[in-house]
């Protein structure tokens, strides 16, 4: 059993169900790697359970009644845990991915309480509904692991001391909370969609249930625009998913992708998927990259692509939701659309911002206009500074190609 793809693939679901149960973050938390601990003592011996998510879910349930009787506190909890021990053991539950898709919505509702802050929102969606490291979250905020450590512990105690329930919440209430399950939905799939460390470009158990999750939501708010744009946005860009990776492992870029391998059906779900959300008058941030991804998806050959539209899609983008990264995107667009010059002149402001001190894919944008322009020397230093950053390993291998091209 290769317990690091099972705690990458189960733990989000995993820890959503003992939250459920136990309605306490840092409880579930603790029982499950208990239960963790104790699965590497036994499984190598006796064998892998035939279902190792539930035999954790049972595992960790037990540890955490233990606890739980050891503090007095079982009788508060009994009913909630009684609840779950049948759901836990139902026949079904391996097959009824709906099942997982509600209670991890449910967390999601939970966290994205209007008590917390947003950033600390998303932050415990992403640590508790995914299972994502500090670290990851930290690089997706851009905030200092131990800055992002701190905000988990608070929210986690406001919810707590709060007294904050685990349920979805009544259908008058559901508006001061969409953005941030939106915000939290769209950041799960960026995650799988590019995973920040590790040595796979895509982790596609986040792309699905992103996906199945935004599915669920859009069934649960069927008038709101901007879930359908969501999840046109996420069903355009998973689309590419078997093109942008090697036989070999190796990635391959938009441009230079075999485009009979994108799953068309797929494209045109999310294409009407979109064009609904546009005609119903959604002009928000999820419609508006689900724009630029239709304008890519759609396009037959990359030679195709309409930049000034995908341009002028991120002047109305960096001009509604201001963001650093997104100025990335935006200089990259113009760069194809204009000019390499004038996309390199945008990146070069860009090198002033502190926030974007350790975001790779600006030096790595820097260097492929470069190479483009044919400044070898140049794009080979601003190469190295994107491989001091990469924390993928399959982008590490590209760019170290694109550095031995400057270099050889």
Request: with cysteine; charged share 30%.
């Amino acid at each position: 059993m290769d317990f690091e793809k099972l705690h990458r693939e189960e733990s989000g679901r995993i820890l959503s169900t003992l939250i459920g149960m136990l309605g306490d973050f840092d409880l579930a938390e603790e029982a499950l790697q208990e239960a963790y601990a104790t699965a590497l003592q036994k499984w190598p011996t006796e064998g892998t359970p035939a279902n190792p998510r539930a035999w954790l879910i049972s595992t960790a349930r037990n540890k955490a009644i233990d606890q739980l009787r050891r503090g007095r506190r079982l009788d508060e909890k009994r009913d909630e845990i009684v609840h779950h021990i049948e759901v836990v053991h139902a026949p079904q539950w391996e097959t009824a991915e709906e099942m997982f898709a509600d209670d991890r919505l449910r967390l999601i509702f939970t966290c994205c309480h209007p008590a917390l802050a947003t950033d600390a929102q998303v932050a415990l969606t992403l640590r508790t509904v995914c299972g994502l490291t500090t670290e990851e979250i930290a690089k997706a905020f851009l905030l200092p692991v131990a800055t992002l450590a701190q905000r988990l512990v608070r929210a986690k105690r406001k919810i707590r001391d709060a007294g904050i329930p685990y349920r979805e919440p009544s259908p008058e209430d559901l508006p001061e909370r969409v953005d941030s399950v939106l915000l939290a939905i769209y950041l799960i799939f960026n995650e799988g969609y590019l995973a920040s460390g590790g040595d796979a470009l895509v982790r596609r158990e986040l792309c699905s249930e992103a996906i199945q999750l935004g599915r669920v939501l859009c069934e649960l708010l069927p008038r709101e625009r901007e879930a359908r744009s969501l999840l046109a946005l996420m069903l355009l860009h998973d689309s590419r998913r078997d093109a942008r990776v090697s036989s070999d492992g190796e990635l391959i870029l938009l441009e230079e992708q075999d485009r009979s391998l994108w799953h068309h059906k797929q494209i045109r779900e999310g294409s009407a998927l979109l064009e609904s959300a546009l005609h119903a008058g959604a002009n928000g941030f999820y419609s508006l990259q689900a724009s630029i991804a239709a304008l890519h998806a759609n396009a037959r050959t990359a030679n195709e692509t309409d930049w000034p539209q995908i341009a002028g899609l991120y002047d109305l983008l960096v001009s509604s939701h201001p963001s650093p990264v997104l100025e990335v995107n935006r200089a990259a667009a113009v760069a194809m659309a204009t000019s390499l010059t004038e996309g390199l002149a945008l990146l070069d402001v860009l090198e002033e911002n502190e926030e974007l001190a350790e975001f790779y894919l600006l030096p790595a944008a820097r260097a492929d206009l470069l190479r483009r322009l044919g400044r070898k020397d140049e794009a080979a230093a601003v190469y190295r500074r994107a491989l001091q950053l990469v924390t993928n390993d399959i982008e590490r291998r590209f760019l170290l190609r694109r550095y031995a091209e400057m270099t050889g």
